[in-house]
């Protein structure tokens, strides 16, 4: 059926995506059956039933023939708060298993409006270039001169050369370089995780210029309205308070003072110098601004300056933040500042270069790697290394290859500490002292990841003792991970989280409005689980064994240090790793 | 016992932490609102607002106001949301 008659029959959807093979320049609209599009909805689901299609399991994450997709969603355009969102869907060249990262923004409606519900890219193109998709019509234009140019300097390049209405997605020095965490930039944000700027840099693509005209119509658009308006005064109250008034970064404290905030390349779980770089104490020395993402009302942005003449700050998160602090014993907050900074400049996945330096750090210290001015609490070194990675220069090219392939060329048995699972580094969740979350960063489908598990919010509940996991964690971590996925692929902000009481009932009710299905709750909880299962399929055939659903000896043969109850034996996590295979019939 | 404020407790309270005598956890939320009116409500239908979360000396997260205290407990109370 030609991709017009599908996308004629469907709400909330065009019923298409655009493939792209920027090698020689090649179109296709291809169809996607409204059963596919039910069965996956859209984001990583739809993203990874994609990548499935092309057989991208098999191919070299940086193979010119290897795919990197842009995936939209039923709600992108809608009124519904939080819901301009994308997910970037590829295989990761840190992992070499799939991976799915998200951004916000005006992408996301900009994509979409060109008339499809994802553009997927193969190929490489003869030289660097931006791939301009002009409402449909798609070419590629010289990006010569941006080459070395920072995330931000590109996408205002772009911005004024291409003309109003253009939203830019793209990639900095590190993407460039095939630094194997970059990332894709947009307005700010990014597509942070597993490398998938690396992928992009791979096709010789500087960014993707977005625009269009083409509108999806919502199913009952009344009642979306009245819906969405309600969402929106749900989102002013006190479930989202902490992200508006603090953001995320108010994390640091809390976890410092329970111990479970990763410290010097996870060898201790608290930092003398948390309150010096904690968002409660630099408010007072580094001016402040608040931003949100387009159709977002939490506003979770927290924007600060660097010194008195910046006037573009940087836009701080507990991950960065404990990344290019605690972790590297950085205590001092203009140098975690600046980090940040570079990072998102250069187009580099903060967590994967905070915890890849970190574990430098260690080797350095013991007498492994002979690079002396690389010591932990230094915050120059920290960001002479972020240059390094950058251009891939010196230990820098070591080091772009995050800590596990480090740890392979260091040897000494360094992997013990690299902090990574499948080759991605751990956020900035102690597994000893949060026990269901370190289930859930081993068997993270992508690697260590508190996007896809939300299983943290267990370990600070009731619910369970967090440094004795029992095999209930099995279930609270499948249920978090499944509504992760749908979240992901609806796709609406985790922010939200806290304000839907039963968020499978409320997904379906999204659902019914914007795409006019009548999906039960248990209908989206079967979806959940076929998205998961979906990746799971493509790891399958990328290779993945059950071994590598485990965390680094450092975790299961020390307990943490000052808290001899923050002990995970490598016996309890295979039997509840073990447990999880069977409880998901894999 | 000494009481921590964390998150948004602590911007609400305006003070990091302070001392009450509390025999349960419910007399000492039902103390920290008349003490710290800023706080807003603590307490919804004879539990702790599912936005905030109390732990005893870091180690156990609570919300029974029946929970017993002792006076060498450190009560913590942070925003529920542990997101980053």
Not at chain 1, 98 to 127: E, H, P, Q, T, Y
Not at chain 1, 528 to 556: H, M, S, Y
């Amino acid at each position: 059926m030609p991709a017009a008659d599908v996308s004629a029959t469907l709400f909330g959807y065009h019923g298409a995506y655009l493939r792209i093979d920027a090698s020689n320049g090649r179109v296709d609209r291809l169809p996607i059956a409204e059963t596919v599009l039910r069965q996956f909805l859209g984001g990583v689901g739809l993203g990874a039933w994609l990548l499935l299609e092309e057989g991208a399991a098999a191919t070299a994450a940086l193979a010119p023939e290897a795919p990197i997709a842009f995936v939209f969603s039923p709600l992108v355009g809608s009124p519904l708060t939080t819901s301009a969102k994308f997910a970037v869907v590829s295989k990761s060249p840190l992992t070499n298993r799939i991976n799915d990262s998200l951004a916000s923004s005006g992408f996301a409606i900009a994509g979409k409006r060109c008339g499809c519900d994802a553009i997927l890219i193969v190929g490489r193109a003869a030289a660097l270039s931006t791939l301009v998709i002009d409402d449909g019509h798609v070419r590629l234009q010289a990006a010569e001169d941006l080459r070395g140019a920072s995330c931000g300097a590109a996408e205002s390049a772009l911005k004024s050369r291409l003309g109003a209405g253009y939203e830019i997605a793209s990639i900095g020095p590190a993407g460039e370089r095939a630094v194997r965490y970059a990332t894709i930039s947009h307005d700010g944000r990014h597509a942070g995780r597993g490398g998938s700027g690396a992928v992009l840099g791979s096709k010789n693509l500087k960014a993707i210029a977005v625009r269009g005209t083409q509108r999806c119509e919502w199913a009952h658009p009344r009642e979306l309205a009245q819906y969405s308006k309600a969402l929106s005064a749900r989102s002013f109250g006190p479930a989202t308070a902490k992200y508006r008034e603090l953001g995320t970064a108010s994390n640091l404290l809390t976890f410092n003072r329970l111990g479970v905030l990763p410290t010097r390349n996870f060898q201790s779980g608290t930092f003398d110098a948390a309150a010096d770089i904690s968002p409660e104490e630099i408010r007072h020395t580094h001016s402040k601004t608040r931003a949100s993402c387009v159709a977002c009302t939490i506003g979770c942005e927290h924007i600060y300056s660097i010194g008195e003449d910046d006037d573009k700050g940087v836009r701080l998160e507990y991950e960065s933040l404990f990344a290019l602090g605690p972790l590297c014993g950085v205590g001092d907050a203009d140098a975690v500042l600046r980090a940040s900074r570079l990072c998102d400049d250069m187009g580099i996945d903060t967590i994967s270069a905070g915890g890849t330096i970190a574990f430098a750090m260690e080797c350095v210290e013991r007498g492994w790697l002979d690079e002396p001015w690389l010591s932990f609490g230094s915050g120059d070194a920290m960001i002479r290394a972020i240059e390094l990675i950058a251009r891939r220069e010196g230990v820098g090219d070591l080091l772009a290859d995050g800590s596990r392939s480090a740890a392979e060329a260091i040897g000494h048995g360094s992997i013990a500490f690299a902090p990574q699972v499948k080759g991605m580094e751990i956020p900035g969740y102690e597994p000893r002292g949060l026990q269901t979350m370190a289930l859930g960063f081993a068997v993270g489908g992508r690697g260590a990841d508190h996007n896809r598990s939300g299983a943290y919010e267990v370990d600070f509940s009731e619910r369970v003792d967090r440094r004795h996991a029992t095999m209930d964690a099995v279930r609270y971590a499948i249920e978090t991970e499944d509504k992760a996925a749908l979240m992901d692929s609806l796709v609406i902000c985790k922010f939200l989280r806290g304000v839907f009481d039963d968020f499978y009932s409320e997904a379906a009710d999204m659902l019914r409005l914007v795409a006019g299905w009548d999906a039960s709750a248990d209908e989206l909880h079967d979806t959940a689980r076929r998205i998961v299962g979906a990746k799971r399929q493509f790891n399958l055939l990328a290779g993945w064994t059950p071994a590598e659903d485990t965390l680094p000896d450092r975790f299961l043969e020390q307990a943490l240090e000052g808290d001899a109850a923050a002990r995970l034996s490598r016996e309890q996590l295979d039997a509840l790793v073990g447990e999880y295979h069977r409880q998901r019939g894999w | 016992m000494r009481v921590e404020f964390l998150g948004i407790p602590r911007e609400r309270a305006g003070v990091s932490e302070l001392e009450l005598d509390a025999d349960t956890l419910g007399q000492l939320l039902t103390s920290l609102e008349q003490k710290l009116p800023s706080l807003g409500a603590l307490v919804d239908s004879g539990r702790l607002k599912p936005s905030f979360l109390a732990s005893l000396n870091g180690d156990t997260f609570v919300s029974d106001p029946r929970t017993r205290l002792s006076k060498s407990d450190c009560v913590l109370i942070l925003s529920a949301d542990a997101g980053g």
